[in-house]
């Protein structure tokens, strides 16, 4: 570096008119700052708790967990990137229908992709898949960031957020697996001897384990007083 710094210095004494770019991470830095954003400090399920439905819903086992989550992962990232590109020809009276019909495309191509690639995970994930169209992350971020900040911010939006989506819904099924069947993955963790919980497999082990995991992320991360205008649909 000290050896670039020389020579450049060097060119600008020969010729004082070149002007020599310089390079810093600086103005990086808020792309790591929107990537960290959802992925931890605005996680969108433990800190602004949306998408509950498919969270509660979908999350019997570590499989469902990923898939569900990869599916939201490409879909809010490409919409995102999608909607922010498109941001400056989009009338402002008709952005939420545009919003709905950019996300819808990105929903059928995962709808198509995994039913051709991933059957048996399609089949157990169901209607969920189409509903991601009504996920109140995807939406909220199209309006409330894509819509307002530059490709490359809306990416990392994405990635971030998706990401934060994608690692809760697997830990939540992972632990619901391991406790409600006594395996992680289809593998038996704890033996034959193991009497399962069903309970945490039915519909009210997820709100107990999503609460535990809630209140524990809350309390490493710091609480936060949730406004009234923070509240959507779940």
């Known amino acids: 570096m000290a050896e670039i710094n020389k020579l450049a210095a060097e060119i600008t004494d020969v010729q004082p008119g070149i002007q020599i770019p310089s390079f810093s991470l600086d103005k990086y830095k808020y792309l790591w700052t929107d990537f960290m954003n959802g992925l ?4 969108p399920v433990l800190k602004l708790i949306l998408g509950m439905c498919s969270t509660l819903a979908v999350t019997t086992s570590t499989q469902n967990g ?10 809010l990232t490409g919409s995102n990137v999608l909607v922010s590109a498109l941001r400056k020809v989009i009338p402002a009276k008709v952005r939420i229908p ?36 009504a996920n109140c992350i995807i939406l909220a971020r199209s309006e409330a960031f894509a819509a307002r ?18 690692l ?3 830990v939540l099924g992972s632990i619901r697996e391991l406790f409600g069947n006594g395996t992680l993955w289809n593998i038996s963790i704890f ?8 309970v945490f497999i039915l519909p ?23 406004t009234s205008t923070e509240v959507g649909c779940h």
Not at 204 to 226: E, Q, V
């Open 168 to 170: 809760t819904l697997t």
């Open 66 to 75: 990923l898939g569900m989550g990869c599916a939201g992962l490409f879909v």
């Open 191 to 198: 033996g034959d001897n193991y009497i399962p919980m069903i």
């Open 40 to 43: 931890w400090s605005e996680n």
């Open 98 to 133: 545009a919003f709905i019909v950019i996300i819808a495309g990105f929903v059928t191509l995962t709808d198509l992709i995994m039913a051709a690639y991933t059957p048996v995970l399609y089949e157990s994930l169901g209607i969920f898949i189409p509903l991601i169209v």
């Open 149 to 166: 900040n530059p490709v490359d911010r809306s990416l990392m939006d994405g990635l971030g957020m998706g990401l934060g989506y994608l």
């Open 204 to 226: 009210a082990g997820s709100f107990i384990i999503l609460g535990l995991l809630t209140g524990l992320f809350n309390r490493i991360t710091g609480s936060k007083k949730i």
